[in-house]
């Protein structure tokens, strides 16, 4: 029914003249839940975005995380919600940070539901692991690195999404997760499923929204000043706290302005770990 991609134009309040000699920008944030709650959480706030600033969005997200990274890296999208391009080759691509989501920071966690049997890491070695997938930096590379790491060979399971790979976890299809925090403790809330975590990584930040080298910067400034002033206008925080109820997601979630320095930790990541996990 979606095809390989989901594409959600998003059709503004305002005159439709106001975007007439504007250009239409595909927004690409990476797949945290299911498409039916990413679009869910996504779709009001873009048309806030779009409305506020004056330049016109679309939303365009793939089946699984890793296809719409694979739109990013094919140049199909001009802004993105990610942290997938921090790894050196990807840097290279020129992606810009401009703002972050405010959450409490995020931590790798690999866990396993509260009354299973397995209280250790080691304990997983050759069973079922899932994750959300290969690209998911948090949930996938850190956790993944960590379990190479100790010399703990896991099977994973690619899942698509996060919520996927929890249900496959809790439906007896794999021992364990990765997983980032914030999205063990969202489902948990949402799902009423308990999780015993066994190890947590350090802290990052949540990720984050960047455009590519080739939006002006007129129309970056404008998009960037609608997303940080978004909890200061009555509607849009009223739109953010909606959005993330839909998710499970922290109440007082909300954008501001980030630069790429705000991220080294996950560069940090890469000049530590010999190769990337896969």
Known sequence: ?????????????????????????????????????????????????????????????????????????????????????????????????????????????????ADSPITRVEELKGQEVAFAGPEAFIGYKVTQGYLQARNIEVKALFAGNQNAAFAQMFAGKAKAVGSNSALIDGYSAKEGKKFRVLWTSESYHDLALMASSKVPEKDLKAV??????MHRDPVGKAILLKASQEVGLDPQAYFL???????????????????TPH
């Not at 250009?23 to 873009?46: C, E, G, L």
């Not at 960037?224 to 002033?229: N, P």
């Open 224 to 229: 960037a000043s609608a997303f940080v002033g």
């Open 1 to 113: 029914m979606f095809g390989r991609s989901l594409l959600v134009a998003l059709v503004c309040l305002v005159p439709a003249l106001a975007f007439a000699q504007n250009a239409v920008y595909r927004f690409s944030p990476v797949n945290q839940w299911d498409i039916n709650k990413t679009a869910a959480y996504w779709n009001p706030i873009i048309k806030y975005v779009s409305e506020q600033s004056g330049v016109r969005l679309e939303l365009k997200i793939g089946r699984t995380s890793a296809d719409t990274t694979a739109y990013v890296l094919a140049k199909e999208v001009e802004f993105v919600f990610s942290n997938h391009l921090f790894s050196p080759e990807r840097e290279k691509l020129g992606w810009k940070v401009f703002g972050r989501r405010w959450t409490p920071p995020l931590q790798g966690q690999i866990a396993v539901p």
């Open 257 to 275: 302005p980030a630069t790429g320095a705000d991220y080294a930790s996950y560069r940090r990541f890469y000049q530590t770990v010999p190769a």
